[in-house]
Nanobody
Framework: QVQLVESGGGLVQPGGSLRLSCEASKSMFRPYSMGWYRQAPGKQRELVAVSIAGGSTDYAGSVKGRFTISRDYAKNTVYLQMNSLKPEDTAVYFC?????????WGQGTQVTVSS
């Protein structure tokens, strides 16, 4: 069973930055993809950014140019650097990892953007 440990959420003012981290416990197999989703109150969970083995990435249109996803393959860790944060970025952010077609989710970390 793969476990994910997330960190880095918190309260930040509009225009500020945060960096989220998600470390996956060791697995026999390298994760196919590692990504971030978010869910705001009353809304569906949505993709924020994903990193796929081999180097390709994908972002939600609303975060392009502001957020950057990166992976440390040696540490089995994925990061989400969030800059120029807006109040509409407020949500619980979840890490998702896919290993051999199985999905694993983190417990979620709260990001609140408010003055």
């Amino acid at each position: 069973q793969v476990q994910l440990v997330e960190s880095g959420g918190g309260l930040v003012q509009p225009g500020g930055s945060l960096r989220l981290s998600c470390e996956a416990s060791k697995s026999m197999f390298r994760p196919y993809s590692m990504g971030w989703y978010r869910q705001a109150p009353g809304k569906q969970r949505e993709l924020v950014a994903v990193s796929i083995a081999g180097g390709s990435t994908d972002y939600a249109g609303s975060v392009k140019g502001r957020f950057t996803i990166s992976r440390d393959y040696a540490k089995n860790t994925v990061y989400l650097q969030m800059n120029s944060l807006k109040p509409e970025d407020t949500a619980v952010y979840f890490c998702k990892v896919v290993i051999t077609s199985r999905e694993y989710w983190g417990q979620g970390t709260q990001v609140t953007v408010s003055s």
